[in-house]
C-alpha cells in the first residue's frame, strides 16, 4: 500500500477479479459421483478420508454402522482392518449404499468376485466372433461349452468347416492326423 493507493497489489486485483475484497465462497457439494458409479462424500474431518476432504459412500455408511473393526471378511472369514479391507457391494450396484448391501471383503476375495466381470468384458471385446445357430460367442467361450481347449478350437476353426466345428465331438486324444488329410 503506498499514501497514493488504498489497496495492495493483491486487494486491488482482487477487486478487479472479483469486483469485492471478500474471497469468494465455493460451494461444496455434499455428494460428487466417481469413476465406475461410485459416489464421494465431502468429510474432511473423518478418519477415513485420510489426507483428502472426501470419503467413499459406501466406506461412510460402512463405518458409521460397524466402527473402528477389525472385521472378518464375508466370503473367507479372515480378520480385516480398514487398512486392507475392500467395502463390497453384494449385489455389484456401487450406487446401492445401503448398510445391507455392504460387506468387509479382503483383497483376494473382493477380486475373486470381480474375475466374471473381467472375462465378461475380454469376450464382448473379442475380434473373433463365432454365430452358430443365431448364438453369437467368442471362440474361448464355444471351446468352455465344447469342453475343448481354446487352441484346439482355433485349429478346428482353421482346418476344418464351421458346421463340423461345432458338432463334432471331442477325441480322446484329439483329432487324429486323416482328419487333416481329409479337408
Sequence with gaps: MSKHKPYCMMHYYRIR???QLDLPTKDIPELTDHS??????????????????????HRFVYHAEHGDGPFKCYH?????????????????????????NLAASCPECNMKRGAWKVKTTHRQKSVRQITWQGVTRCASEWAELLGLRAASFQWRL???PLERVMTEPRGSTGPHRRD????
Design 36 to 57: 465406475g458409479g461410485y459416489r464421494l462424500k465431502y468429510h474432511p474431518n473423518h478418519p477415513l478420508s485420510r489426507n483428502h476432504s472426501r470419503v467413499y459412500e
Design 158 to 160: 482353421k482346418h476344418w
Design 180 to 183: 487333416i488329410l481329409a479337408t
Design 76 to 100: 473367507c472369514a479372515d480378520v480385516v482392518t480398514w487398512d486392507d479391507m475392500h467395502v463390497d457391494h453384494l449385489n455389484d450396484q456401487p450406487d446401492d449404499n445401503r448398510i445391507e
Design 17 to 19: 477479479r472479483n469486483g
